[in-house]
């Protein structure tokens, strides 16, 4: 009966990541998707969480992970790895360097969190999850792209669902919810 409960964690995040794709369209409507981070997604999905179930309880940063969802007696923890390409402007509007973009580098920190997740120990953790935020279409002319690391990620050893979110911002940014072994 145990793992009915559990699953319904994954579906309950679902649910809240489409909500929270919703505040993230509005919000990078009023200050562009340009001026979006990680932490602000974190504060949608923590927001979300409590409007939606009063009684969790959601602590940031705790012991070193982004996110303790605690909902119906189950613990879950939450990592967010949100790549989005900026391009600076100059003073006088014209474009400047981009900030960020896709990488060997991204790709490695994508593998280290899964690993830190997988090795976390601690038998109160009922599941462990990342959201996996990143720009559909990537505006920067290189050899990567954020598409061609996390499109085709499938489940695996360390990875048991990797589940695509249907969301209102799609033809920008993809969101996945994927369950760590």
Request: glycine share 4%; aromatic share 10%; with cysteine.
């Amino acid at each position: 009966m145990r793992t009915v409960i559990v699953d319904a964690m994954q579906a309950f995040l679902e649910q809240i990541l489409q909500k929270a794709m919703t505040r993230l369209r509005e919000h990078s409507e009023l200050v562009g998707l340009a001026n979006v981070e990680e932490f602000t997604f974190r504060a949608f999905v923590m927001a979300e969480i409590m409007g939606a179930c009063p009684t969790a309880r959601c602590q940031a940063e705790w012991h070193k992970v982004d996110l303790l969802v605690q909902r119906d007696g189950l613990n879950a923890l939450v990592e967010f790895k949100f790549y989005l390409t900026r391009r600076t402007v100059l003073l006088d509007g014209s474009p400047s360097h981009w900030k960020g973009g896709a990488s060997r580098k991204n790709l490695s920190e994508f593998q280290k969190c899964v690993e830190k997740l997988r090795n976390f120990e601690n038998s109160e953790i009922h599941r462990k999850f990342l959201v996996l935020v990143y720009e559909a279409l990537y505006p920067k002319k290189s050899r990567y792209s954020f598409g061609m690391f996390y499109d085709q990620i499938k489940p695996d050893k360390q990875m048991t669902s990797v589940d695509a979110i249907s969301h209102v911002m799609e033809d920008r940014v993809t969101c996945k919810l994927i369950q760590i072994a």
